[in-house]
Every structure is written in structure tokens, then in C-alpha cells.
């Protein structure tokens, strides 16, 4: 399973304050289920940090997490479904929604309402998550048993073929 987590969740988990228990919660149950991952047009979101030293500890604690490979890159229909405003910072949200939408990551996580609200109006709301939504759908998660079968192997759902012929069905 594959997580996004915002730019507000990044700079949360990387700041130099305490954190709070719901996001090491977050983080150790993700940690059991999914890979945490962040879109590499993060980066210029967290370039925008008016606050110099947060800045730039938070980019250079980027390279830790894994970053999402060639994501999708969405078309002016979908950047208008959400609602966006044609904004920098929008941009960026409307990215990682969009990797969402074209299940690239199974779910994105952030504190952002707006984005979560965008993410309505595109039928994502089940797919983007709070923290303490997260938290507790991974924890359910790690409690199940999947049944496993040698012929079977996990990919990443955005890479299957949907034209080929056992899909028709």
C-alpha cells in the first residue's frame, strides 16, 4: 500500500516542536501497511515556507521519504472539478490529488480542509484521510490477516494494463 502525505503533514513530522501523539500514531501504524511517500512537487510547496529555518530543515529532511515516481499530471477538467484556485500552493494540492484519483497512491493524508473538500467533489473522500482517520484505518488494517498465494504477487494498482482481455469480464 502506498500513503502521500501532505506538505502540512510533512512539516508537522519534521518540525522541531513536539509532536503530537496522533502523529507518531500515524506513523508507526502506517509503518505496518503502507509506504509514506511524497509527491516531488512537494518540494516547491515547502519552498514557500515564509519561516527561513523551518524551511529549511524541513528540505532537507525531504530526502528520507520515498517520492512518488512519475506522477500523473492532471488535465484542466479534473484541476476545475475540485475547485482549485489557479494558485501556486493549489497547484501543488491539485497534484496530489490528482496521484489519488489515478491511483498512483492508495490514499493521500493531510490536515488541509480544503483539500479534503476538493477531494469530495471528485469522489476522493474515502481516499483522503486526517491524520487520526489514518491512524486508525491502518491500525485496522494491521490487525487482519491477508491470505497469501504463490501465483499472486502486490503492484501498484496504476500499473495494471485495464485493456487487457481479463478485464473484460
Known amino acids: 500500500m502506498r500513503t502521500l502525505i501532505d506538505t502540512n503533514v510533512l ?7 513536539i509532536l503530537e501523539k496522533r502523529f507518531t500514531d ?10 509514506l ?27 528520507k521519504y ?6 500523473p499530471v492532471p488535465d484542466q477538467s479534473f484541476y476545475t472539478g475540485t475547485g482549485a484556485k489557479d494558485q ?7 497534484l496530489l490529488l490528482y496521484a489519488v484519483y ?4 492508495n490514499f493521500l493524508v493531510t490536515e488541509d480542509t480544503e483539500i479534503r473538500k476538493w477531494a469530495s467533489r471528485v469522489g476522493l473522500r474515502e481516499r483522503v484521510l486526517s491524520i487520526d482517520e489514518a491512524a ?9 490477516v491477508e491470505p497469501t498465494h504463490p501465483l499472486m504477487r502486490a503492484i501498484p494498482l496504476h500499473s495494471l494494463d485495464l485493456t487487457n482481455g481479463f478485464f473484460d469480464s
Open 11 to 17: 512539516i508537522q513530522l519534521e518540525d522541531d516542536k
Open 26 to 35: 500515524f506513523v508507526r501504524e502506517a509503518a505496518k501497511n503502507s509506504t
Open 37 to 63: 511517500l511524497v509527491h516531488p512537487n512537494i518540494r516547491e510547496d515547502v519552498q514557500r515556507d515564509l519561516n527561513r529555518e523551518r524551511r529549511e530543515r524541513t528540505l532537507s529532511k525531504l530526502g
Open 66 to 71: 520515498s517520492l512518488l515516481d512519475n506522477p
Open 88 to 94: 501556486a500552493n493549489d497547484r501543488v494540492d491539485v
Open 102 to 105: 489515478k491511483d498512483a497512491v
Open 136 to 144: 486508525v484505518m491502518f491500525a485496522r488494517l494491521a490487525s487482519r
